[in-house]
């Protein structure tokens, strides 16, 4: 029997990829178009990293919710969109979303809506879990228009190319083949070719002698450096990062002691970096560099500085457009997690986020990039030759994927139809108002433990929480799923101010303590010398 030539297959694979995703050019000649014309759209928000790393992150298996804000795009009366997932969605969870579609009958939108579950709950990517099951595959192509379809995902790799071969529609996504420009060596390289300030550091290693080594070079060419920031390169959040603190070796520094020595002291110093998950150590951290390689760069210092970045899309025929700028809210040991984020960025350094994702976005655009990208940066107030105080930019991270600011912005785009405006990097309503929000996929309190999603849905009508689509302020809650077993909610409020909307986000956080404040994880219990139990002073 004659055997195919795996290389062969791949090929063809490839090929009809391609031919796939230049449909997307072919229907739709303009982004206007894309965003409002009728289609079916496929949503596969599978979390197509690796699986380790997304361990660090509490609740990483409901973070398939992050992408129900698509369901508010069954606004438009001919789209019809199908929604899957490794575990079914509580029903309370979908009805939120859609009921917050102004001007459109629940039962319509629902008509329009197919949920597909894999129920399999294995660590796996919901993407491999979809290929693993043909029966799935082949109910989905029955359920599309083939002929006006998309998928699109959270991430791509080459799980969601062969899933877009196997069902037939174009990925609305950038090609894995182009992922490297995603990772933290293939960003620097992007910041260097695009002409982006980044902070000086390495490329790829992949062992830890390597990356000793270039941590050597780095601390000779800027022997004032004082600590070095490790990355893995296909890290999530910053979970992947930690901090190696030179101080303690500043003896040896170049100068003062060998090449040799110093590579010595930074070996023994990895056992004592500072590493931004909880969960992580030297000793696993260690076994991923050849997995997945790592990075060293130099770690920013400074007195005032904070975490902006901006978001983009590459179009398919090819343009950028800056969709929106942030300034994101950190935490973690060295304030390196992502936590959530504030829209938009300030106005201080606004417009320059965008002028420097314009050249990223324009470089990823020549080597075919497509869809989503995000670049974060680190900004420095810092004085200039005058004496008068500016921020300094550095650029320390592409995204090719949706983030963790997609899902905020794509909300509030989606329910208000407003305009983001790249002249002043605003965003306004229909009405002309201006809309700000403050957003966060982890408030997380032990007290909120045990709440159900329709516990949840219960004290957002009692407390009109929700969201007000007459006056396009208000809350829009995510990550539902989260809340039973960690405690751990998404949410996203909105204003017309930047002060409406903390207001609107501290209301809520306020109201949620409140209910939960006899909530059993949150108290403490004893035996009394009769033997009932005491729960802080109540029997």
């Not at 901090?243 to 110093?269: M, N, V, Y």
Request: hydrophobic content about 35%.
């Amino acid at each position: 029997m004659q055997t195919l030539d795996p290389s062969l297959i791949e090929t063809q694979h490839i090929e009809v990829f391609k031919q796939l995703q230049s449909q997307l050019r072919d229907r739709w000649a303009t982004i206007e178009l894309f965003d409002q014309s009728d289609a079916d759209i496929l949503v596969i928000p599978s979390l197509s990293v690796d699986q380790r790393e997304l361990l660090k992150i509490p609740g990483c298996h409901h973070y398939e919710e992050r992408l129900l804000f698509s369901l508010i795009r069954l606004q438009n009366p001919r789209t019809r969109l199908i929604y899957v997932t490794s575990q079914p969605i509580h029903p309370s969870v979908i009805d939120y979303y859609l009921q917050l579609l102004p001007g459109i009958p629940f039962s319509h939108a629902r008509d329009r809506l197919l949920l597909l579950s894999t129920y399999d709950s294995s660590l796996k990517p919901l993407t491999q879990k979809i290929l693993e099951r043909p029966r799935l595959i082949q109910r989905i192509r029955q359920a599309l228009d083939l002929k006006n379809a998309y998928m699109i995902c959270y991430n791509s790799s080459f799980l969601e190319s062969e899933l877009s071969v196997r069902i037939g529609v174009p990925l609305y996504a950038c090609d894995p083949q182009l992922s490297i420009w995603g990772t933290k060596s293939g960003s620097r390289q992007i910041f260097t070719e695009s002409g982006v300030p980044h902070p000086d550091g390495s490329g790829s290693v992949w062992n830890a002698q390597e990356l000793a080594a270039e941590a050597a070079n780095l601390w000779e060419r800027k022997p004032e450096i004082k600590r070095l920031v490790v990355k893995l390169n296909e890290g999530i959040s910053g979970e992947a990062n930690a901090l190696l603190d030179l101080k303690p070796i500043h003896h040896l520094a170049p100068g003062s002691a060998t090449r040799e020595q110093r590579i010595e002291a930074i070996t023994q110093r990895f056992g004592t970096m500072s590493f931004q998950a909880t969960s992580e150590n030297w000793a696993n951290f260690s076994t991923r560099i050849p997995e997945l390689g790592a990075i060293v760069e130099e770690f920013i210092e400074g007195d005032i500085k904070r975490s902006p970045s901006v978001q983009g899309r590459i179009t398919p025929s090819g343009e950028v457009e800056i969709l929106s700028t942030h300034d994101q809210i950190l935490g973690g040991p060295d304030g390196q997690i992502y936590l959530g984020c504030r829209f938009p960025a300030d106005e201080a350094y606004r417009m320059r986020l965008q002028e420097l994702g314009t050249k990223v976005g324009r470089k990823l655009a020549e080597k075919g990039a497509l869809e989503r990208f995000g670049v974060d940066f680190i900004a420095v107030q810092q004085p200039d030759r005058n004496g008068i105080q500016h921020w300094d930019l550095q650029a320390i991270e592409i995204n090719l994927r949706k983030g963790g600011t997609t899902h905020p912005f794509m909300t509030l785009k989606l329910l208000t139809n407003g305009r983001y405006h790249p002249a002043t990097g605003m965003f306004y309503s229909p009405h002309g108002r201006p809309k700000y929000y403050i957003a966060t996929d982890n408030l997380q309190k032990e007290r909120y433990r045990g709440l159900l999603p329709s516990d949840l849905m219960d004290i957002i009508a009692y407390h009109r929480l929700h969201f007000d689509t007459g006056t396009e302020t208000g809350t829009v809650f995510h990550l539902m799923g989260c809340l039973s077993e960690f405690g751990k909610l998404g949410l996203t409020s909105i204003g017309d101010s930047p002060q409406q909307a903390e207001e609107i986000y501290n209301k809520v956080v306020k109201i949620l303590d409140e209910e939960t404040r006899h909530n059993p994880h949150n108290l403490t219990w004893e035996l009394d010398a009769c033997g009932p139990i005491i729960w802080n002073g109540a029997t």
